[in-house]
């Protein structure tokens, strides 16, 4: 599933695929298959992208079930 | 000082699970490669010229399978789909031994064009290698399970 809020939220903050690749140190590739739901991070990685983008592991990668109560 | 090489890796984790499904490929067809270099020169020069003619792949191969073997026990892993219960490794068994039969009565016909040895050709190996691949696989499970249980008493131990 693609992770729309995660581009989201890099767009907000202005920052392209490379810049937030380098920033986390990993490489373009693959911010652009954590984003298209290609590839899962580990939670380390999670962690780091939400600090970059001031975000939190809810905001980015948390999903809700459909016959969850929210 | 050497900077084409560095102790650090270059890897990103993304790079280094795809360079690790990469080799994991590159070992089963290495592999299976093996096995079919072996039957196919078993087939073209007989079995009884095994010494010269394939030794050496047979013992990389058995290599290969023992420390795929060692180190899933060692881990406490199986399989990702078979269960390791007796009925699965009998039938395993039988069928791994059913093939092996086969393999040798073919060639035992190609050798003496004698229908009636390569069926008792079929016959024996297909007991001796199904009792002993059952036995085998049957130890192999309960080691398994006894791994398997330890690792369980170790990770609560960890927690306590």
């Known amino acids: 599933m693609k992770n729309l809020r995660l581009k989201l939220a890099r767009m907000e903050k202005d920052m392209s695929q490379t810049e937030l690749a380098k920033r986390v140190g990993v490489t373009r590739q693959t911010i652009g298959m954590v984003e298209s739901g290609d590839y899962n991070p580990t939670l380390n990685l999670c962690i780091q992208i939400c600090r970059e983008l001031g975000k939190t592991l809810n905001d980015l990668f948390w999903e809700e079930n459909d016959d969850e109560v929210v | ?160």
Not at chain 2, 15 to 42: C, Y
Not at chain 2, 101 to 106: D, E, P, S, T
Not at chain 2, 133 to 147: D, F, H, M, N, Q
């Open chain 2, 1 to 160: 000082m050497m900077k084409w090489f560095s102790k650090k890796n270059n890897l990103d984790e993304m790079q280094e699970l795809q360079l690790l499904k990469i080799e994991s490929r590159g070992f089963w067809i290495g592999f299976i490669g093996l096995a079919a270099a072996i039957a196919v020169q078993a087939f073209l020069y007989g079995v009884n010229s095994a010494g010269d003619m394939f030794l050496g792949e047979f013992i990389v191969f058995l290599c290969m399978g023992l420390y795929l073997i060692g180190n899933c026990l060692r881990n406490g892993i199986w399989d990702r789909h078979l269960k390791a219960t007796p009925a699965v490794n009998i039938g395993l068994s039988l069928l791994a031994a059913a093939v092996t039969a086969l393999f040798n009565a073919i060639l035992s016909y190609r050798n003496f064009q004698n229908v009636s040895a390569a069926f008792s050709v079929f016959i024996t190996r297909f007991l001796m290698i199904s009792i002993v691949l059952s036995v085998t696989l049957t130890l192999c499970s309960a080691l398994y399970r006894r791994r398997r249980k330890h690792l369980e008493e170790e990770s609560d131990d960890i927690e306590s």
